[in-house]
């Protein structure tokens, strides 16, 4: 079972990272030669705009997702690093059981807006596409980020309340600077 869930792991991750980057690249990219096309060559691609932003909306989604794992998403610890290992576990927990129901609460009703758009039917103003295309992120990147905070609280869940540690930004930039000298 535990070389499922690493394979899972690997896949989720894999599409996470790659989403985010493509989405990014591609979305740079497109923005850049729209801008040269329009003031190098006084012409432009009437679609770039729109496409670029769902280029951009797509990298973030995926890349929020691929923060879970990393634990890279902003949260104030100031306050439960105060109280005793058994509480800050249980307030983590708390945190992340309610994370992992609103994210999934989230991929679901993303999934039924896409049903919902694939029924009225309705289209791009500039790349004319349907619009259920560019909102299909919606149920695929919140599930995703959805497993991955059910990932964190089981990682929460099975550690000893003891040996939990918050990330604290200023502790990293302070041993990295410590490091450097």
Not at 14 to 35: E, H, K, P, R
Request: aromatic letters at 16%; a negative charge; glycine letters at 6%.
């Amino acid at each position: 079972m535990k070389k499922f869930f690493e394979i899972i792991d690997l896949i989720v991750g894999t599409i996470n990272q790659t989403m985010a980057v493509v989405g990014l690249s591609l979305g740079v990219l497109l923005a850049f030669i729209n801008v040269v096309l329009r003031y190098g060559f006084d012409m432009s691609l009437t679609w770039a705009g729109e496409l670029t932003n769902y280029f951009f909306i797509w990298s973030a989604l995926f890349g929020a997702a691929y923060g879970f794992k990393q634990g890279a998403h902003i949260s104030v610890s100031l306050i439960i690093e105060r109280f005793p290992p058994s509480f800050t576990k249980f307030f983590l927990i708390f945190a992340n059981l309610i994370s992992v129901i609103y994210l999934g609460l989230m991929s679901y009703f993303g999934y039924y807006l896409v049903i919902m758009l694939v029924d009225f039917g309705e289209m791009s103003v500039d790349l004319n596409i349907p619009m259920w295309i560019p909102h299909v992120v919606l149920p695929i990147a919140f599930a995703l980020a959805a497993y991955r905070t059910a990932e964190k609280l089981i990682e929460v869940i099975k550690t000893d309340s003891k040996e939990i540690k918050l990330f604290n930004e200023h502790e990293v930039i302070i041993n990295e600077i410590k490091g450097e000298k």
